[in-house]
């Protein structure tokens, strides 16, 4: 029975909870249709700030890390609490997507640096593209070469870690997803994140893109599905489902 814990690393912003659903939400509505298809795949969530100690791996066949508002460089207790748990779960071969603050958690307990980016926080519909491990990939491989994400971060995977092979770049990222093992992969964009989701988003941080420089207005006219990102959420579940590697 695949049983796949959600690992909620913090709250969206109230007006976007209150349209869209916090974070949790966004990847159950993405998960619960395949739930329901098969009603072998169980659901929960974990609040890694509110609920205690990670719990037993032994319980669990996947994990999905979320995005926070946290910044993994401050190193909050409950986060790095986290990492240990990470790197266990990583050595008993349970499958794992981290998802922006989940994809930099991932990396720093694998020996990557984490840090704010020098060129600023990255936002809106932006292209990403596969590196030829990318292409070759089983989770991402399947995307197109070049293809749209929702992203929105102030920090980013600085450095690699070193036994990481690094499947997706683009113009602002060297590290838009990452692989550190047979079913083990992370990705800085939001594969959860409809449209009207970014939309959201980019709404209510007028005021901080406006400081660097950046037309809200411009990134929200910008703004378009990006169903190729949204796949790779679903395909590491039906993954799971499937029993593939």
């Known amino acids: 029975m695949?049983?796949?814990?959600?690992?909620?690393?913090?709250?969206?912003?109230?007006?976007?909870?209150?349209?869209?659903?916090?974070?949790?939400?966004?990847?159950?509505?993405?998960?619960?249709?395949?739930?329901?298809?098969?009603?072998?795949?169980?659901?929960?969530?974990?609040?890694?700030?509110?609920?205690?100690?990670?719990?037993?791996?032994?319980?669990?066949?996947?994990?999905?890390?979320?995005?926070s508002h946290a910044m993994v460089s401050d190193a909050e207790p409950w986060s790095e609490a986290l990492m240990p748990w990470l790197r266990e779960a990583i050595a008993k071969d349970i499958a794992m997507l981290g998802v922006c603050y989940g994809h930099q958690l991932m990396a720093a307990a694998c020996g990557g640096a984490v840090g704010y980016h020098?060129?600023?926080?990255?936002?809106?519909?932006?292209?990403?593209?596969?590196?030829?491990?990318?292409?070759?990939?089983?989770?991402?491989?399947?995307?197109?070469?070049?293809?749209?994400?929702?992203?929105?971060?102030?920090?980013s995977v600085l450095e690699a870690p070193p036994q990481a092979e690094v499947l997706a770049h683009n113009a602002h990222d060297a590290y838009q997803a990452l692989r550190y093992g047979p079913r083990q992969w992370s990705v800085q964009f939001h594969p959860e994140f409809t449209a009207p989701v970014m939309r959201a988003y980019l709404s209510h941080q007028r005021e901080a893109l406006a400081e660097q420089g950046q037309d809200a207005d411009a990134l929200i006219e910008a703004v378009k599905p990006a169903p190729a990102a949204s796949a790779v959420l679903r395909r590491f579940a039906e993954q799971l489902i499937a029993g593939a590697p």
């Open 2 to 67: 695949p049983r796949l814990l959600i690992v909620k690393t913090g709250d969206t912003f109230e007006d976007v909870a209150r349209m869209h659903g916090d974070f949790e939400a966004l990847f159950l509505a993405v998960l619960e249709p395949l739930a329901r298809r098969h009603p072998a795949l169980s659901l929960s969530v974990f609040d890694a700030r509110r609920d205690g100690a990670p719990p037993a791996l032994d319980n669990f066949n996947a994990l999905v890390i979320t995005g």
């Open 118 to 155: 020098p060129g600023g926080r990255e936002t809106g519909t932006q292209t990403i593209t596969l590196t030829e491990a990318g292409r070759r990939d089983p989770l991402l491989g399947e995307q197109p070469d070049t293809f749209s994400a929702q992203l929105t971060h102030a920090q």
